[in-house]
């Protein structure tokens, strides 16, 4: 049994360090009104971070299991809140100001 527990202790403390690694990168931010991690959407921050798991990976784990961390925890990640816009829920447009009915 302690042998699985450290195992999901790596593989968390690694997803944690692929988090850290893209928002250094700027690669993901977080929502301001809620805190949702997003993903910006921005190929050369992606690129360093993904350069950052090849070249730097953290001890004791490989460049390749480094990258595909990082697309693991990229693949959990969208682009937009999801409490910012929830489904089903009619987009807030800007108003028009109607002409008067006279």
Known sequence: MPTTMT???ASDSLAR???????EAGAIVA?????????RGDPHALARALG?????????????????????VLGGIGDTCP????????????????PQIK
Do not use: K, M, Y
Not at 17 to 23: M, N
Not at 58 to 71: D, F, K, L, T, W
């Open 7 to 9: 195992r999901r202790a």
């Open 17 to 23: 360090w692929a988090i850290a690694t893209l928002r």
């Open 31 to 39: 929502c301001e009104a809620h805190g949702w991690i997003r993903e």
């Open 52 to 72: 950052a798991a090849r070249d730097d990976p953290p001890r004791g784990v490989g460049s390749s299991e480094a990258v595909a961390a990082i697309e693991d």
């Open 83 to 98: 409490d910012c816009s929830q489904p089903g829920e009619l987009e807030e447009l800007p108003r028009q100001d109607l």
